[in-house]
């Protein structure tokens, strides 16, 4: 089947991220509501957002032959059973591991983008961090960043490696920031707050931090830096894990992360 314009296709599209991802650009006026197909093997569509206007099929390249950009969104594991010619078809993945080489011998594809996103794409939070081919062409760069931006925040980036460490760092939501209020609310109960009370105020505590720093133009490092010069109570409890090792702690339990993202 032959189409035109930016029809796209999200093979995985019933996963947790497809189907976020979906969500982001069926909520976005940059698409036409029509234009989208998802594949899987199941054939189970239960878990997509309007699936009564979607396309769906269990034939990796029926979805193909009908999309101009092919979103790819299966497990890393099942990234070899992909069995897809997609020659002048933009290829789009966020698979995590899958390298810019790999994608264009598994596709065909020479305009292929290896990307990461997050399933905050739902509420078009995600951070989409993305890498491109250098056959892509600046009609494929609108197309990706568009879609990226349906889903939250995005930046091109220019070094295939860094998008190991996003996979580690952004990609994972809430992630690290659930250890950090697990951290705290660990914290809590052990002074004798009671559990329940503790995980509303260290919730609350995330999302009025996370709104501010997002609101605000001051990077974290300003925060803490004020926080020091103010020298309240705060201030004490910062100098004292400046002064611990938990700045590298974190940083090992990044890398770690990311070496696990290129072996995975
Ligand atoms: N979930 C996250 O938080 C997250 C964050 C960043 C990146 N990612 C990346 O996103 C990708 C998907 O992760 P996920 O968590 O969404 O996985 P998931 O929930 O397990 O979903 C995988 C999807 O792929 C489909 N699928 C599997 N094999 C297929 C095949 N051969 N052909 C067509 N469809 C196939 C599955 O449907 P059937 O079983 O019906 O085939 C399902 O729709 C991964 O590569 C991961 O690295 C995920």
Not at 43 to 61: C, L, M, P, R, Y
Not at 192 to 218: E, H, K, N, S, Y
């Amino acid at each position: 089947m032959e189409t035109t314009g930016n029809t796209i296709g999200i093979i995985g599209g019933s996963g947790m991220l497809g189907s976020t991802i979906l969500s982001a650009l069926l909520g976005s006026e940059a698409f036409e509501q029509s234009n989208f197909w998802v594949s899987n093997r199941s054939g189970n569509a239960s878990n997509v957002e309007q699936s009564s206007i979607i396309h769906f099929t269990k034939d990796n390249q029926e979805l193909v032959d009908a999309c101009d950009v092919i979103i790819l969104c299966v497990p890393p594991a099942r990234f070899p059973d992909i069995d897809i010619h997609a020659a002048n078809r933009l290829v789009i993945s966020v698979v995590a591991g899958v390298t810019i080489d790999e994608m264009k011998s598994k596709t065909a594809s020479v305009r292929v983008v290896r990307a990461m996103s997050s399933p905050a794409a739902s509420l078009s939070m995600a951070y989409s961090p993305w890498i491109a081919s250098t056959e892509i062409v600046s009609d494929d760069r609108d197309i990706v960043r568009k879609i990226f931006g349906a889903c939250g925040t995005t930046d091109e980036i220019f070094d295939e490696q860094q998008l190991d460490h996003f996979t580690a760092m952004t990609g994972p939501v809430p992630g690290f920031v659930a250890y950090f209020a697990q951290c705290m609310v660990d914290h809590a109960t052990s002074q004798g707050i009671a559990p329940d009370v503790a995980d509303r105020a260290i919730r609350q505590l995330f999302v009025a931090g996370g709104t501010m720093l997002a609101a605000d133009r001051a990077s974290p490092a300003d925060h803490v830096r004020w926080m020091i010069e103010y020298a309240g109570t705060t201030a004490a409890g910062l100098i004292a894990m400046e002064r611990s090792t938990l700045s590298k702690t974190i940083s090992d339990g990044l890398l770690a992360a990311a070496d696990k993202a290129r072996s995975i």
